[in-house]
């Protein structure tokens, strides 16, 4: 995978060569390539913000450096892409799809986008080249956004229900999150499979994971759950799953709601979490937890 960053901060993305993320990148798993922004200015202060037209507080990115930085971008990457051959692995997959005549996504992080959840990190995952735009102060001139649709797949993403000064942290969360998903970088591939919200369909799809337990088995007068050291690895998983949908019902309610009753396509009710329908044990389980759970419960 490529993952171009145009940003006026590129400092910020040092973290990218640390941990496992760093690791793939020093393997060529992982290309990443950050932008300064204020190369594609051309006045002497390097200006990339103006005030809003209608008036208001803050200042907007100015739409003609993110244009001709996009292009740039792009048109680097396509003739990349067309001269490879001896490539690391990262960048032979990005020149296959853009020889099929697959554009990259363009990522805007933006508190107004789609909410990025696990689902999208596992498909930004399957994605061969990503291009993240960082705005900062009130945003980036919407035109920039339209003229990219007309020939780049664009998605403006918000990772929270906040204001951050800028999409910088947001990129470095929607990079972590996709990277951890791709083949190698994480050293537990089961450990994905299994990861809270369960995207893939795994168990805790459209849960929280419950909690985890490491040596001593007595700490501070601490117990492991004495199933954990059973080796009945059925009793294990239905307990996991039990946690989960506690610790699930505890902390996200609104997860809950969203997990399918009997009937399927409930009018309202989000596709971004995936189903995992509640059997008679789960919906016990609830119950004696102090969360009962009915069909009605899911329809609001
Ligand atoms: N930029 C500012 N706030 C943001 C948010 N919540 N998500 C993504 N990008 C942002």
Redesign the pocket.
Same mark, same amino acid.
């Given at each position: 995978m490529r993952i171009d960053i145009v940003t006026i901060f590129p400092e910020y993305f040092g973290p990218l060569g640390v941990s496992l993320i760093g690791k793939a990148a020093e393997r060529g798993e992982i290309t990443f390539a950050v932008h300064d922004l204020r190369h594609w200015t051309h006045d002497v202060h390097h200006t990339v913000d103006d005030a809003p037209f209608g008036g208001g507080p803050g200042m907007v990115m100015k739409p003609e450096p993110w244009g001709e930085a996009l292009d740039a971008v792009v048109e680097q990457g396509v003739r990349r892409a067309a001269g490879q051959g001896q490539s690391p692995a990262a960048g032979q997959v990005q020149a296959e799809a853009v020889g099929r005549g697959q554009p990259p996504l363009l990522v805007i !992080?933006? !508190?107004s986008?789609v909410p990025?959840t696990q689902r999208r990190a596992v498909a930004y995952a399957a994605e061969p080249w990503l291009i993240f735009a960082c705005?900062r102060y009130e945003?980036i001139d919407a035109r920039v956004a339209d003229d990219a649709r007309s020939r780049l797949r664009v998605d403006e993403?918000?990772?929270?229900?906040?204001?951050? $000064?800028?999409?910088e !942290? $947001?990129?470095l969360v929607m990079t972590e999150a996709v990277c951890r998903l791709l083949p190698g970088v994480l050293g537990n591939v089961a450990s994905v499979a299994d990861d809270s919200f369960g995207a893939g369909g795994g168990p805790m799809a459209g849960l929280v994971e419950g909690p985890s337990f490491t040596r001593p088995r007595l700490w501070r007068n601490l117990e492991v759950p004495p199933v954990l050291l059973s080796g009945d690895h059925g009793a294990i998983a239905r307990w996991r799953r039990d946690e989960a949908l506690k610790r699930t019902a505890r902390n996200r309610p609104d997860l809950i709601r969203k997990l399918a009753p009997a009937q399927p396509d409930v009018a309202g009710v989000s596709r971004d979490t995936p189903r995992s329908p509640l059997n008679d044990h789960d919906r016990s389980v609830l119950s004696e937890a102090g969360f009962p759970v009915t069909g009605e419960d899911v329809a609001h």
């Open positions: !992080p933006t !508190p986008g990025f705005g945003g993403v918000s990772i929270g229900d906040y204001v951050l $000064a800028g999409g !942290p $947001a990129v």
